[in-house]
């Protein structure tokens, strides 16, 4: 049997059901779920064209006759036009051809869009998709449509069932050029476009996957929030060159949220302290997420200032001389261990605690005199020692 695939149109108030190829077991629940939201949304009821349908089986005539009933008790209509053939023969058989009005020609319903879906039937899927692509931003609508019935389709099949498969990549090379350009939204923000066009592909697959058609919005009702918050989640978590917590992210991201509705009341740039006030949080809390913001992408130490001639590295910093300090320290620490206990004592109480010549000859007990002749003589030994590490 020909791969069955419904497309859905409201034209004039009118839900127009275009279906196409042979509607078995298979179809029938997406056609009921077709037939059914048409006929609790459209004003005009539906119409469902069965001029490039060949074959219908008991469970599709089980469907028309519940979705007629159905539309029966809300008020609404339900009828059927281009049937011909074993088509109309089936349905003349069970008693619904004339409920249907299935006698109808073709051309008492409402006109064909002319769109891809409904104009090029006897082309493949995969050359129908092509040209959709080709069409670019004027086709987005018919596209979304599209998509949701291919995953529609798809949906109804059993879970091994090898024909969602080949469903579920058409939906996906027919919504890819509009998920590349979300990522493209991204662009000169300090990351890769390639890596943006990859992760808006990761939150098209999500999306996909994730839709649910059940709930009453269309799929780009879904995927768009879903490929955005994809990307703006990269941002977030991969695009800072310097870890930051989680928590200064997500007051950065209220701050820019603010950013430009408090600008326009207060007429100037909002402080830390304005955008505090409007997201009820210390200031505390949003000028560190003011600071970490630098954090994102920092300054390379090699862009050229000035004339060129020298770079940002050339301009900070400076050898820290706690460093010279430690090595010194470590290079007589085995010379001090070696002096006598009271030799020791003075240094302890001259540099430690930084005791005059006099205060620590009357704390040990020695002239002033001896007490400054015992410094200097200790002083060149560790000098020395200092000397011949190097």
């Keep these: 049997m020909n791969r069955p695939?419904?497309?859905?149109?409201?034209?004039?108030?009118?839900?127009?059901?275009?279906a196409e190829g042979d509607l078995d077991l298979s179809a029938s629940s997406a056609v009921r779920r077709t037939l059914r939201r048409g006929v609790d949304t459209a004003p005009g009821g539906v119409v469902f064209d069965l001029a490039d349908v060949s074959l219908i089986d008991a469970a599709i005539v089980g469907v028309l006759a519940?979705?007629?009933?159905?539309?029966?008790?809300?008020?609404?209509?339900?009828?059927?036009?281009g049937a011909e053939g074993t088509v109309l023969d089936v349905l003349e058989i069970v008693s619904l051809a004339k409920k249907l009005g299935a006698y109808a020609p073709r051309d008492s319903?409402?006109?064909?869009?002319?769109?891809?879906?409904?104009?090029?039937?006897?082309?493949?899927?995969?050359?129908?998709?092509?040209?959709?692509?080709?069409?670019?931003?004027?086709?987005?609508?018919?596209?979304?449509?599209?998509?949701?019935?291919?995953?529609?389709?798809?949906?109804?099949?059993p879970v091994n069932d090898p024909?969602?498969?080949?469903?579920?990549?058409?939906?996906?090379?027919?919504?890819?050029p509009?998920?590349?350009?979300?990522?493209?939204?991204?662009?000169?923000?300090?990351?890769?476009?390639?890596?943006?066009?990859?992760?808006?592909?990761?939150g098209l697959l999500k999306a996909i996957d994730g839709w649910d058609p059940e709930r009453g919005h269309g799929f780009s009702d879904y995927a768009i929030p879903t490929v955005l918050g994809e990307l703006r989640?990269?941002?977030?978590?991969?695009?800072?060159?310097?870890?930051?917590?989680?928590?200064?992210?997500?007051?950065?991201?209220?701050?820019?949220?603010?950013?430009?509705?408090l600008t326009q009341e207060l007429g100037r740039s909002p402080d830390p302290a304005d955008l505090a006030t409007s997201l009820g949080l210390p200031t505390e809390a949003v000028e560190a997420a003011l600071d970490a913001a630098e954090s994102?992408?920092?300054?390379?130490?090699?862009?050229?200032?000035?004339?060129?001639?020298?770079?940002l590295a050339d301009l900070m910093g400076a050898l820290d001389p706690g460093y010279e300090q430690v090595d010194n320290l470590n290079?007589?620490?085995?010379?001090?261990?070696?002096?006598?206990?009271?030799?020791?004592?003075?240094?302890?109480?001259?540099?430690?605690?930084?005791l005059s010549q006099a205060q620590i000859a009357a704390e040990v007990g020695l002239s002033q005199m001896h007490v400054s002749r015992i410094l200097n003589q200790t002083i060149a030994t560790l000098r020395d020692a200092i000397m011949a590490q190097d």
Excluded at 234 to 245: I, L, S
Excluded at 331 to 354: C, G, H, K, M, Y
Aim: proline share 5%.
């Design 178 to 202: 509009a998920a590349h350009q979300m990522a493209a939204r991204y662009r000169n923000r300090g990351e890769n476009e390639d890596d943006l066009r990859q992760v808006a592909a990761l």
């Design 5 to 18: 695939m419904l497309h859905t149109h409201l034209v004039d108030g009118v839900q127009l059901v275009v």
């Design 233 to 261: 989640r990269h941002f977030r978590d991969r695009g800072w060159a310097m870890r930051v917590p989680r928590r200064l992210k997500d007051v950065l991201l209220e701050t820019r949220r603010v950013n430009d509705q």
């Design 163 to 176: 024909r969602r498969g080949p469903l579920r990549e058409q939906a996906v090379e027919l919504a890819l």
């Design 109 to 157: 319903a409402p006109p064909r869009p002319a769109r891809p879906c409904c104009t090029m039937h006897a082309r493949s899927p995969h050359e129908v998709v092509h040209d959709v692509i080709a069409a670019g931003q004027d086709s987005l609508a018919m596209t979304n449509e599209m998509i949701g019935q291919l995953l529609i389709e798809a949906a109804a099949l």
């Design 296 to 311: 994102y992408r920092p300054r390379s130490l090699s862009v050229p200032v000035g004339d060129g001639s020298a770079e």
């Design 66 to 81: 519940g979705a007629l009933s159905h539309a029966e008790e809300v008020g609404s209509r339900l009828r059927v036009v």
């Design 331 to 354: 290079s007589i620490t085995d010379v001090i261990a070696a002096l006598p206990e009271r030799t020791r004592r003075i240094l302890a109480l001259r540099f430690t605690q930084d």
